[in-house]
């Protein structure tokens, strides 16, 4: 199995992600504005992960559609 060395930083990165959100278990409070939301760390940090594998998601489909043809 060939493994290219973006997949290994993807890894390398999800791994430190996940270990941060498991050691980080306290209760933060989060201003959205306008509202004052309550909640646990490691759900906050997994929103946040999430949105960037989102957001990575959407770039990476983005350069795709106007790449120029060969």
Partial sequence: ?????KMMAAAGI????????IVNRAT???YLWV????APMWLVLLAV????LLTGIL????KKEHAPAP
């Fill in 1 to 5: 199995m060939n493994v290219s060395p």
């Fill in 28 to 30: 933060v409070a989060i």
């Fill in 14 to 21: 999800t791994v430190a992600a996940l270990w941060f959100m």
């Fill in 49 to 52: 992960f999430g949105g960037g």
């Fill in 35 to 38: 509202p004052k939301v309550t």
């Fill in 59 to 62: 770039m990476r489909r983005g």
